[in-house]
């Protein structure tokens, strides 16, 4: 099964001890058709300039049983990283897209009192751009949005396609790369990457593997 993690800014400075009391101090408890769910953080570990956590929190699902409507409590767990890079504060949520996105905004009122202080953050075309074309043989994937075609939202190249590079310049003349999936040449793992910074890991390895590799690798490309 893929990992999925997705890569946020924080727009103002909070030290890394700071935030790890706040995350530490967290804790809500919200009511759903009687049912209690829960939202905290635990294990909150400073390690130097990195403060690793997982956020704790309980989604309601609503089954049948027996014709009778049932709310249960889900307990679920996403790992939080945050790196202080020189005085900018780098956060990466552990989850795919639309759960990192809810986690992002709450972490934002924690840690300020309003969402919107945690954003995206994001890469450049041209990056994305010279992952292909640095090992081309490397690439699996690549998709194009901004599309200039009418009635074209997107453009793909899959598998035999990425070797005719006069259909990879010609998408290129009408669109940007917004995704690529490629062999990563020094450790040879099969990974994603969106201009928003969505990585996803198609190798298998443990939570704390990926996160090491995007601390590694990915935080370096912007």
Known sequence: MALSAKIFRL?????ID??????????LVEEYEGVELKKYFEDVKVIGVLLKAYFIFDEPRVLNVAGE????????????TFRDREGEIILTVFEKKNRANR???LISEVLFGRVGVVVEAKINHEILKSIHESSPESTKVIYFDNVDIPNVNKLALYGDALADTSLYKMYLDHGLIWYVVFTHRETGYIVGITRNLIVTMFSKMTLDEFSDFIDKYILNLF
Do not use: F, G
């Open 11 to 15: 727009k103002e400075y909070n030290p």
């Open 103 to 105: 986690i992002a905004n």
């Open 18 to 27: 700071v935030i790890a009391d706040k995350l530490v101090n967290y804790s």
């Open 69 to 80: 409507t049932k709310v249960l409590p889900i307990r679920r767990e996403a790992l939080v």
